[in-house]
């Protein structure tokens, strides 16, 4: 079965736009995950081209962890999410939501 991601990073922030402290354990995980994506993306000069980040997969097929290495960009039709995808598992995604979040590396640029 394919996964695909569809986040958008606000769900897990409060007022403030800092992280909720009242989700459960796996929904922070997730989130920093997610977060790393968006900080690979927001960080390099090359934010359109499609590449890999330092960001590990965070599946387990088979209960053995994934080997691949993120692969990451801004949507070419929406600048606003980012899609992300590991070319060794099915894992996939789309993250909307983070301009201005606390992983956002432009606003530092």
Request: charged share 25%.
């Amino acid at each position: 079965m394919v996964n695909t991601w569809y986040t958008n990073i606000e769900h897990f922030l409060d007022q403030d736009g800092l992280p909720a402290i009242d989700i459960p354990r796996r929904a922070e995980l997730l989130l920093d995950y997610l977060g790393s994506i968006i900080e690979a993306v927001t960080s390099r000069n090359n934010k359109n081209g499609i590449e890999t980040t330092d960001v590990q997969c965070r599946r387990r097929p088979q209960h053995r962890r994934c080997v691949g290495r993120i692969i990451a960009a801004l949507h070419e039709d929406d600048p606003g999410t980012i899609r992300w995808m590991c070319p060794v598992c099915p894992d996939k995604g789309f993250i909307s939501g983070w301009q201005g979040s606390i992983w956002d590396e432009t606003k530092d640029t």
